[in-house]
């Protein structure tokens, strides 16, 4: 599959990239990187989101050239689709009006792009987008290499997460070969840049903190009477979640961010004894075993119930 989009690539001329809705440091750093190696071969590239990225993905080498826009009705050759390959997963409608090119990791994408290279082993997308550059014969250069690493530095938690591979380190040590950045700058922004209003944020959220299930549980809540009484636009709350995970004897954890009025997105971690996936299919939400999350509309307490029935249940 690879081999084959390489050739579509080269054969075509004006190419589109998009990524998913709520951007994460992997699809943003890999569409990027896909964009610089695009450029590279001389092709006319243009990368659309339909939603802005948070801070601190906004730093990302060359993030300026991402618009903010819907791609149709606009023609291009091929429309690359970075973890996604729906109107619901990227925001750009008519997807069906061109040549499709989903690469994901992601279990749950069902293959409706005209071409799908999806690699669930893969800690991050943008492990694919580094072989397809090595595949193009790219020039790996600076740009390229540090959102490449960012993308996978950071779906791999910092090369901490059990999706950690010999393939996610052989490619990072491929990243980092060259000394064109430092690794270390990399965390930094990525895991270790907070403004000084999520933080308080963060103290709000774990003072919801309960335990469940022996201890084996952890819940913590994001309220939109957050947003009120701090200065808080878009922020990754990625991190609070594993706070949260961190706890000693904790297999799954929960967070409920309130977007509506009873109306929460779920966001489920787990270690080996759980898979957050089959919780998240319960509710038609998708991910991975490992981290997964879904919708829910109705009473919080009623939820919390809900999902803890289904883990006691599950849980090895
Ligand atoms: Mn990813």
Redesign the pocket.
Known sequence: MKTKIANLIKKSKKIAITSHIRP?A??IG?GLALYLMLTQLGKEVCFCNTEKAPFPLTQLPCFDVIEFRQVYPEPFDVFMLI?GESEARTGQKHLEKYYTVSID??ATNLGHANLNWVVPEAS???ELIYELGVELNIEFTRDIEYNLYA?IS??TGSFKYSNTTFKSLYIASKLVKNNNFDPGDVSDLLFNSNYYEKVQMMQKVLSTLELHLDKKVSIIEFKREFLRTLDLKNIETEDIVSIARSITGVEVTLFFKEIGDDYYRVSVRSRKNFNSLLLAKKFNGGGHECAAGFFYKGNIEKAKQEVVNIIEKHLK
């Open positions: 994460d992997d699809c890999s973890e990791h992601h991050a997308v943008g993308a950071s779906d």
